[in-house]
């Protein structure tokens, strides 16, 4: 029998296209004050503490250490930070308290995008011999997998642009989304894409507190239980995968148990309206499943924190009643190169 | 509040990378106007040739020569070219899969216009006129209506390979420091040094930044300190630091501003490097048109005494 | 319900160098890891999960390089998890991979680490124009002297210690294959001769650029059953971090790394590590960190480590046997050196450390730190399994 580990706590800045009157702590910290609030623990209480950000992103090298500043880590913690979005540090953070060495976890990631172009600053991601030499910016890769998508009879144009009307509209009800309500689809920004197909560029931070066992029972009335988290990664080259399809998140689905019952509710990490399309379908989820209440990535996408955003999302739904079992993904990479899905559950009431 | 702060950065190296056999043989291939896709164990030809099996992770080095014919398998209309990319003038990016190889490559296809661009249509390599081994060699993709062009079955080695790129990159970044820095920032162009308070622990902090790191509150509380202040430790540099036109050696150094919690760090002048100790008094020496003091000199004060600054080291 | 308990059952390291220039970084690392799995007798299909790190991503110049390493690792449709930690991330990656056996996620695990820092400059990567930022006056080694200094102050310590570490490290890297340096003419006197080049650190007490990998198998009980040779056990872990530059910090000494280390010994049962522990492998980027950190780990009282080094007794053949690879002081990849350490320590209690083993090591502690020594990650491992 393994430990039972809920999503007990959830907050997120207000996400802008811009941030520059605040340095990165100084965007971050009521984030790590406003999550840990709700539980009423500090955080000499925290057993764990682990962050996800980008030295890249932010133009500099290890920015995180100046983030730890919000944090208070005196006297010392146990910490630890992953390069990656804070998903994944909510999946380090899964894993420590699986162990048993502690109870709670306090999981941030924070990511400013406006300092940089975040278009040019991703293809450092790729292959440094063959492809990022020719600059192939994020949106025309996300261009070159929707056009597949069109070719294979998956989706149109206009099936995309509803999936972007649904989501600013969902949105509306999301006070921290930076793009809501009615978005004109606007002009190609790299065919077949609109701007309304793309994620506004944008800053912001998450955070989330996980706790085991009884513990989540104490800190939280409804806590959301993971049920299972998995993440995988794929081939990095474009040619060598079928764009049209997303198997490592279909895997890491399978391993979190998500196919197992039906979820109600669906927090995905398509910043692309075109990748809802791609998920949707390795996720094999149908029009019974609510997908992206808050809006989704097209409504906020503060990279390094968007998918840790929807795991709190899907969480936050689950405490306050309004889902029973929720599934969430995170992405990384060009194209969905890597994928990483929870499910979520609360009690039966 | 002061206006915020905010400066250009350019992020910017020319990073040198080696490369392993198959790379190499491909990137010099580019060069001779040969392509060369690699083998898998169960016969597939990856182009551009990875040195590992996507699927296997077999190391992978059987090269074979493809044809610089082939057919695009998805593409994109690339209507505001960025800085860096293949061609300045609007283009298609395309996955192409060449004539021979199972697997596409990325690259620029060049067409008038989105109309002119379908996926299935056949193209060819357009030839770089300067080619150095780089995938840059190939120039883009155009349109092609001939006959597949058959590779001449090229061993994949060469004289003279190449073993390295440069690969230059360059992004650039408005910083700002936020808003605890600015404030900061703007006081020192009045050449005073301001601190900030932490509300909990009450300790100053100079620079200021926006968090008190051992309690985790916002600052605000602005106080002046210095600008006289304590070497708490130093070391003597006589290595010439590349950017740095000071003269060695010097004596770089932790001062503790009078009023500061926590020791910030600068040079020390004025006095030779070999007569720099802990616990030297000294004080700023601004300079005209620099932002931070150009270094600290001796006040003449006596040194302080060991125990008054212990905690500051 | 208990831990599972986490063996290291494969270890590869590349020979460091200063520029490897006949591979690219996918080639660097994947032979570390080919090593690991060779050692281990296991194939890419053994392997459950891959967890890497390294330092910035700048060094290298890729963003996130592990998206494009997922090909060379094996990891295509498997879990891939990269940590930074700042200088720590080696040890702090391997305790993230062990987590995932210890917690039963996973069977076994590869961990590895890197830096390729001839693509760049690792003093360009940590320099960066930052506007309003002052610069940084003195390099790398002017970040740490003050604080050597400092400890020479407070301990009285004589001013030839540091040279001390440097020609014991030096030699200890002459029996150690992958070591970056061999410096087969070294003496105590060319050590004390080379240029002081941020009073009091002198030129031959700095450590090198090198480029490296390191990497290693853990595995469950049941992996450990299977593996070809003694596995390493692991008796205890722990990661610490507090913040950088902060009022009342002890630079020389920081609470970080005693609590540790405190908590490493508490989950090993090691009462007093003087005694209990045969040797340790610790991350010296500069000589003087020796004696420091053997006070901030507990082997000494506070101001009497040097005494330890001044008596020989952190020679390999002494009764504490410190760095016994070469150390930092030999070989530093910078994202790697800490995982080297981790590696070098489960080497040591397998046995399998060749001409620089520690004969009869038992129980070997491996540590890293990084940032303004403000993150720490250590390890302890066992020729035994623990004690349940």
Same mark, same amino acid.
């Given at each position: 029998m393994?430990?039972?580990?809920?999503?007990?706590?959830?907050a997120?800045t207000?996400?802008?296209?811009t941030?520059?009157?605040?340095s990165?702590?100084?965007?971050?910290?009521?984030?790590?004050h406003?999550?840990?609030?709700?539980?009423?623990l500090?955080?000499a209480?925290?057993?764990?503490?682990?962050?996800?950000?980008?030295?890249?992103l932010?133009?500099?090298?290890?920015?995180?250490?100046?983030?730890?500043?919000?944090?208070?880590?005196w006297?010392?913690?146990?910490?630890?930070?992953?390069?990656?979005d804070?998903?994944w540090?909510?999946?380090?953070?899964w894993?420590?308290?699986?162990?048993?060495?502690?109870?709670?976890?306090?999981?941030?990631?924070?990511?400013?995008s406006?300092?940089?172009?975040v278009?040019?600053v991703?293809?450092?991601?790729?292959?440094?011999?063959y492809?990022a030499?020719?600059?192939p910016? *994020?949106?025309? =890769? %996300?261009a070159?997998? #929707?056009? +597949?998508?069109?070719?294979?009879?998956d /989706?149109? &144009?206009?099936?995309l642009?509803?999936?972007?009307?649904r989501?600013?509209?969902?949105?509306?009800t999301?006070?921290?989304?930076?793009?809501?309500?009615?978005?004109?689809?606007?002009?190609?920004?790299?065919r077949?894409?609109?701007?309304?197909?793309c994620p506004?560029i944008g800053?912001?931070?998450?955070?989330?507190?996980?706790?085991?066992?009884?513990?989540?029972r104490?800190?939280?009335?409804?806590p959301?239980?993971?049920r299972?988290?998995?993440?995988?990664?794929?081939a990095h080259?474009?040619?060598?995968?079928?764009?049209?399809?997303?198997? *490592?998140?279909? =895997? %890491?689905?399978?391993? #979190?148990? +998500?196919?197992?019952?039906?979820?109600d /509710?669906? &927090?995905?990490?398509?910043?692309?309206?075109?990748?809802?399309?791609?998920?949707?379908?390795?996720l094999?989820?149908?029009?019974?499943?609510?997908v992206n209440?808050s809006g989704?990535?097209?409504?906020?996408?503060?990279?390094?924190?968007?998918?840790?955003?929807?795991?709190?999302?899907?969480?936050?739904?689950?405490?306050?009643?309004?889902?029973?079992r929720?599934?969430?993904h995170?992405t990384?990479?060009?194209c969905?190169?890597?994928?990483?899905?929870?499910v979520?559950?609360?009690?039966?009431r | 509040?002061?206006?915020?702060?905010?400066?250009?950065?350019a992020?910017?190296?020319?990073?040198?990378?080696?490369?392993?056999p198959?790379q190499?043989?491909?990137?010099t291939?580019?060069?001779?106007?040969?392509l060369?896709?690699?083998k898998?164990?169960?016969?597939?030809?990856?182009?551009?040739p990875?040195?590992?099996?996507?699927?296997?992770?077999d190391?992978?080095?059987?090269?074979?020569?493809?044809a610089?014919?082939g057919?695009?398998?998805?593409?994109?209309?690339?209507h505001?070219?960025?800085?860096?990319?293949?061609?300045d003038?609007?283009?298609a990016?395309?996955?192409?899969?060449?004539?021979?190889?199972?697997t596409?490559?990325?690259?620029?296809?060049?067409?008038?216009?989105?109309?002119?661009?379908r996926?299935?249509?056949?193209?060819?390599?357009?030839?770089?006129?300067?080619?150095?081994?780089?995938?840059?060699?190939?120039?883009?993709?155009?349109?092609?209506d001939?006959?597949?062009e058959?590779?001449?079955?090229?061993?994949?080695?060469?004289?003279?390979?190449?073993?390295?790129?440069?690969a230059a990159?360059r992004?650039?970044?408005?910083?700002?420091?936020?808003?605890?820095q600015?404030?900061?920032?703007?006081?020192?162009?009045d050449?005073?040094?301001?601190?900030e308070?932490?509300?909990?622990?009450?300790?100053?902090?100079?620079?200021p930044?926006?968090?008190?790191?051992?309690?985790?509150?916002a600052?605000?509380?602005?106080?002046?300190v210095?600008?006289?202040?304590?070497?708490?430790?130093?070391?003597?540099?006589?290595?010439?630091?590349?950017?740095?036109d000071?003269?060695?050696?010097?004596?770089?150094?932790?001062i503790?501003?009078?009023?500061?919690?926590?020791a910030?760090?600068?040079?020390?002048?004025g006095?030779?490097?070999d007569?720099?100790?802990?616990?030297?008094?000294?004080?700023?020496v601004?300079?005209?048109g620099?932002?931070?003091?150009?270094?600290?000199?001796?006040t003449?004060?006596?040194?302080?005494?060991?125990?008054?600054?212990?905690?500051?080291? | 319900?208990?831990k599972?308990?986490?063996?290291?059952?494969?270890?590869?390291?590349t020979?460091?160098v200063?520029a490897?220039r006949?591979?690219?970084?996918?080639?660097?690392?994947?032979?570390?890891?080919?090593?690991?799995?060779?050692?281990?007798?296991?194939?890419w299909?053994?392997?459950?999960?891959?967890?890497?790190?390294k330092?910035?991503?700048?060094?290298?110049?890729v963003?996130?390089?592990?998206?494009?390493?997922?090909?060379a690792?094996?990891?295509v449709?498997?879990?891939m998890?990269?940590?930074?930690?700042?200088?720590?991330?080696?040890?702090?990656?391997?305790?993230?991979?062990?987590?995932?056996?210890?917690?039963?996620?996973?069977?076994?695990?590869?961990?590895l680490?890197f830096?390729?820092?001839?693509?760049?400059?690792?003093?360009w990567?940590?320099?960066l124009p930052?506007?309003?930022?002052?610069?940084?006056?003195?390099g790398?080694g002017?970040?740490?002297?003050p604080?050597?200094?400092?400890?020479?102050?407070?301990?009285?310590?004589?001013?030839?210690?540091?040279?001390?570490?440097a020609?014991?490290?030096?030699?200890n890297?002459l029996?150690?294959?992958?070591?970056?340096?061999?410096?087969?003419d070294i003496?105590?006197?060319?050590v004390?001769?080379?240029p002081?080049?941020?009073d009091p650190?002198?030129?031959?007490?700095?450590?090198?650029?090198?480029d490296g990998?390191?990497?290693?198998?853990l595995t469950?009980?049941?992996?450990?059953?299977r593996a070809?040779?003694?596995?390493?056990?692991?008796?205890?872990?722990?990661?610490?971090?507090?913040?950088?530059?902060?009022?009342?910090?002890?630079?020389?000494?920081?609470?970080?790394?005693?609590d540790?280390?405190?908590?490493v010994y508490?989950?090993?049962?090691?009462?007093?590590?003087?005694?209990?522990?045969?040797?340790?492998?610790?991350?010296?980027?500069?000589?003087?960190?020796?004696?420091?950190w053997?006070e901030?780990?507990?082997?000494a009282?506070e101001?009497?480590?040097?005494?330890?080094?001044?008596?020989?007794?952190?020679?390999?053949?002494?009764?504490?046997?410190?760095?016994?690879?070469?150390?930092?002081?030999?070989?530093?990849?910078?994202?790697a050196?800490?995982?080297?350490?981790?590696?070098?320590a489960?080497?040591q209690?397998?046995?399998?450390?060749?001409?620089?083993?520690?004969e009869?090591?038992?129980?070997?502690?491996?540590h890293?730190?990084?940032?303004?020594?403000?993150f720490?990650?250590?390890?302890l491992?066992?020729?035994?399994?623990p004690?349940?």
């Amino acid at each position: 029998m393994t430990r039972e580990i809920a999503v007990v706590a959830f907050a997120q800045t207000d996400h802008r296209r811009t941030s520059d009157e605040l340095s990165e702590v100084e965007m971050l910290m009521p984030v790590l004050h406003a999550v840990l609030d709700q539980t009423g623990l500090k955080t000499a209480d925290i057993g764990f503490t682990c962050s996800g950000s980008s030295d890249y992103l932010a133009g500099r090298a290890f920015s995180f250490t100046l983030a730890l500043d919000g944090v208070g880590a005196w006297p010392p913690i146990s910490e630890s930070h992953v390069e990656m979005d804070g998903a994944w540090a909510l999946y380090e953070a899964w894993t420590k308290l699986l162990t048993g060495d502690a109870d709670t976890a306090l999981v941030y990631s924070y990511g400013k995008s406006s300092p940089g172009s975040v278009r040019d600053v991703l293809t450092r991601q790729l292959d440094p011999y063959y492809v990022a030499p020719l600059w192939p910016d *994020s949106v025309a =890769l %996300a261009a070159l997998q #929707a056009q +597949a998508l069109i070719d294979a009879g998956d /989706t149109d &144009e206009p099936a995309l642009a509803a999936v972007a009307a649904r989501s600013r509209t969902d949105a509306t009800t999301n006070s921290h989304a930076q793009l809501r309500g009615s978005v004109p689809q606007g002009d190609y920004l790299v065919r077949p894409l609109r701007t309304g197909d793309c994620p506004p560029i944008g800053d912001g931070a998450a955070a989330v507190i996980l706790a085991a066992g009884e513990r989540a029972r104490d800190l939280c009335e409804r806590p959301a239980w993971i049920r299972g988290i998995d993440h995988r990664i794929e081939a990095h080259g474009l040619g060598v995968r079928d764009l049209t399809d997303s198997p *490592s998140t279909r =895997l %890491a689905a399978e391993r #979190a148990g +998500a196919f197992e019952r039906p979820v109600d /509710t669906a &927090e995905l990490h398509a910043p692309f309206t075109s990748q809802e399309v791609v998920l949707r379908k390795a996720l094999r989820l149908d029009d019974s499943v609510r997908v992206n209440p808050s809006g989704g990535a097209l409504a906020a996408n503060p990279v390094m924190a968007a998918g840790l955003l929807r795991i709190g999302e899907a969480a936050a739904r689950i405490h306050r009643g309004e889902s029973d079992r929720a599934l969430a993904h995170a992405t990384s990479g060009p194209c969905l190169q890597q994928n990483l899905v929870a499910v979520l559950e609360g009690d039966p009431r | 509040m002061p206006q915020v702060l905010k400066a250009p950065l350019a992020v910017e190296f020319p990073f040198t990378r080696s490369l392993g056999p198959v790379q190499s043989a491909f990137l010099t291939g580019l060069r001779e106007r040969v392509l060369l896709g690699v083998k898998t164990v169960d016969g597939r030809v990856l182009v551009p040739p990875v040195e590992y099996d996507p699927v296997t992770a077999d190391e992978i080095r059987d090269l074979v020569e493809v044809a610089g014919t082939g057919t695009v398998t998805t593409w994109a209309w690339n209507h505001e070219p960025r800085r860096g990319q293949p061609l300045d003038t609007p283009f298609a990016w395309v996955l192409v899969r060449l004539d021979g190889a199972d697997t596409a490559l990325l690259h620029a296809l060049d067409v008038p216009g989105p109309d002119a661009v379908r996926t299935g249509m056949r193209v060819r390599v357009r030839w770089a006129e300067e080619r150095t081994g780089a995938i840059t060699d190939i120039a883009c993709f155009e349109p092609y209506d001939g006959e597949p062009e058959q590779p001449a079955g090229h061993s994949g080695e060469f004289e003279d390979a190449i073993t390295g790129i440069v690969a230059a990159a360059r992004l650039d970044y408005t910083y700002s420091p936020g808003r605890a820095q600015s404030a900061y920032i703007h006081a020192l162009s009045d050449r005073r040094m301001v601190g900030e308070r932490c509300p909990s622990c009450r300790k100053v902090y100079v620079p200021p930044r926006g968090a008190c790191p051992t309690c985790g509150v916002a600052t605000s509380e602005q106080v002046e300190v210095g600008p006289r202040g304590t070497v708490t430790t130093f070391c003597i540099v006589n290595i010439k630091a590349k950017n740095l036109d000071i003269e060695v050696p010097y004596v770089y150094a932790h001062i503790a501003l009078d009023g500061a919690d926590l020791a910030l760090h600068a040079r020390i002048g004025g006095i030779p490097y070999d007569q720099v100790r802990m616990g030297l008094r000294v004080e700023p020496v601004w300079t005209d048109g620099s932002r931070f003091p150009d270094h600290y000199r001796p006040t003449g004060e006596v040194d302080a005494e060991y125990d008054t600054y212990k905690e500051l080291l | 319900m208990s831990k599972e308990p986490v063996a290291v059952v494969g270890v590869g390291q590349t020979k460091h160098v200063a520029a490897r220039r006949d591979v690219s970084i996918a080639g660097l690392v994947r032979e570390a890891a080919r090593r690991a799995l060779d050692d281990a007798e296991l194939s890419w299909a053994d392997i459950d999960a891959v967890v890497i790190g390294k330092a910035p991503d700048f060094f290298e110049g890729v963003m996130m390089p592990e998206l494009y390493l997922a090909d060379a690792l094996g990891a295509v449709g498997k879990p891939m998890l990269r940590v930074h930690t700042a200088g720590s991330v080696g040890g702090s990656t391997a305790l993230v991979a062990a987590n995932l056996v210890a917690a039963r996620v996973h069977g076994t695990v590869l961990t590895l680490a890197f830096e390729k820092q001839s693509e760049s400059n690792a003093m360009w990567g940590l320099s960066l124009p930052i506007p309003f930022q002052q610069p940084l006056l003195a390099g790398a080694g002017g970040f740490f002297a003050p604080h050597v200094r400092a400890y020479m102050r407070r301990t009285g310590a004589p001013d030839t210690v540091g040279s001390l570490v440097a020609y014991k490290d030096r030699r200890n890297a002459l029996k150690n294959p992958y070591a970056h340096l061999h410096e087969h003419d070294i003496t105590l006197e060319k050590v004390q001769a080379s240029p002081m080049l941020w009073d009091p650190i002198r030129y031959s007490e700095t450590c090198p650029s090198s480029d490296g990998a390191c990497a290693m198998v853990l595995t469950d009980r049941a992996g450990a059953a299977r593996a070809p040779r003694p596995p390493a056990w692991m008796h205890g872990g722990a990661m610490r971090s507090e913040p950088t530059l902060f009022a009342g910090k002890d630079a020389v000494s920081p609470q970080a790394g005693k609590d540790c280390a405190a908590d490493v010994y508490r989950q090993a049962g090691i009462a007093d590590p003087r005694r209990d522990i045969d040797a340790v492998e610790m991350y010296v980027p500069f000589s003087w960190y020796e004696p420091m950190w053997l006070e901030n780990l507990g082997f000494a009282d506070e101001g009497e480590g040097w005494k330890l080094t001044e008596a020989g007794v952190t020679e390999l053949d002494g009764d504490l046997p410190v760095n016994m690879s070469g150390g930092v002081l030999s070989t530093n990849p910078i994202g790697a050196s800490g995982m080297i350490r981790f590696a070098e320590a489960a080497l040591q209690v397998r046995g399998l450390a060749g001409e620089h083993q520690v004969e009869g090591a038992r129980r070997v502690l491996g540590h890293a730190y990084g940032g303004g020594s403000q993150f720490f990650s250590m390890w302890l491992v066992g020729s035994q399994p623990p004690a349940s």
